[in-house]
């Protein structure tokens, strides 16, 4: 069965952390984009961080730059972030996605595989 599956979220206070896994079951990750979207309730999904398909390129949303970092494991056929100095405006569904491509691309549309999300809650 080909799936992505997000693990790890929950809820937090402002200025906690939380680790998001995504796992990939039925193909590879090797080689491919990966990028986390998030989408809070009334609004639009937003890209969060991408990470390219040989690691060595990775981006981050304005908004995260400086508390979250993307990184992936080939021998587990994961990848993470990792979200520190979590704040109310992070809460949301946390989505991730592999790439068409290698490259990580801004649009939505150039991702093919995603996974079903993981709520982030960050509340005091």
């Known amino acids: 069965q080909l799936q992505l599956v997000e693990s790890g979220g929950g809820r937090v206070q402002p200025g906690g952390s939380l680790r998001l896994s995504c796992a990939a079951s039925?193909?590879?990750?090797?080689?491919?984009?990966v990028g986390w979207f998030r989408q809070a309730p009334g609004k639009e999904r937003e890209g969060v961080s991408c990470?390219?398909?040989?690691?060595?390129?990775?981006n981050y949303a304005d908004s995260v730059k400086g508390r979250f970092t993307i990184s992936r494991d080939s021998a587990k056929n994961t990848v993470y972030l990792q979200m520190n100095s979590l704040k109310p405006e992070d809460t949301a569904v946390y989505y991730c996605a592999r790439g068409f491509y290698s490259l990580c691309l801004d649009s939505a549309g150039t991702y093919n595989y995603w996974g079903q999300g993981t709520q982030v809650t960050v509340s005091s």
């Open positions: 039925g193909f590879t990750l090797d080689s491919y984009a």
């Open positions: 990470i390219s398909g040989s690691g060595g390129s990775t």
